[in-house]
């Protein structure tokens, strides 16, 4: 069986691994992977970890911490009454679509005193997957405003949660005031499949706002 030895110091014994265990553009020396960066934005509590956590290849980086009375005072907590814990700083993963494209998910803190981290999570990011929760459709204006402004391509993603009530992509975007160019579709966060449909989505959106 070929594999794959890795560079290693003089008198470190090498690490070999079998090829099934890699992917092609890891064994093809003349390939080499495209590397993105993409944001996962939205409310307090709307999916951003779930959505990470349900595709990453990676053990996904996370920076949870339990909720304080600041957040009782601060956030919505109608919509998520179990939750305990909150994103302080963010969400990372890594998925591996079409062999050699990698995308590196960020997800962004979605209480309002950790926003001032948004500008360094964004930075080289291709796009931006805003999260909106129809229970509380108001929490993701900030993050709606904040893509608009800077002008990253964006797409909305209504995480349907248990026992909310399903609306049409047309009714989210007209209650948003999304404008027609921009992707807007029903997910679920906890379902790996849809969860990579939308992120096709967001790069097929992004690749048609990059200028030729």
């Known amino acids: 069986m070929d594999s794959v030895v890795s560079d290693v110091a003089p008198g470190v014994s090498p690490i070999v691994e079998p090829d099934e265990n890699l992917k092609s553009w890891q064994t093809d020396r003349t390939r080499a992977p495209i590397a993105t960066k993409i944001v996962v934005a939205g409310g307090f509590g709307v999916g951003k970890t779930t959505l990470v956590t349900s595709v990453s290849e990676i053990t996904p980086l996370q920076t949870e911490a339990l909720m304080t009375e600041a957040s009782e005072e601060t956030d919505d907590l109608t919509g998520t009454p179990d939750k305990l814990t909150t994103t302080v700083a963010m969400d990372f993963g890594r998925i591996t679509l079409d ?6 998910l960020f997800g962004t803190p979605g209480q309002q005193r950790f926003w001032f981290m948004w500008d360094d999570l964004v930075r080289g990011a291709i796009g931006a997957v805003v999260l909106a929760d129809t229970r509380r459709l108001k929490d993701c204006f ?3 405003d904040y893509f608009e402004s800077c ?3 964006y797409v909305v993603a209504v995480n349907h949660f248990d026992g909310s009530e399903r609306f049409e992509p047309e009714d989210v975007r007209e209650a948003l005031t999304i404008p027609r160019h921009i992707p807007v579709m029903i997910m679920d ?3 790996r499949i849809s969860a990579i449909e939308t992120l096709l989505a967001l790069v097929g959106h992004a690749l048609d706002e990059t200028p030729e």
Do not use: C, F, N
């Open 151 to 153: 002008g990253l391509p």
């Open 142 to 144: 900030p993050a709606l």
């Open 189 to 191: 966060a906890r379902r």
């Open 99 to 104: 062999d050699d494209l990698v995308l590196y």
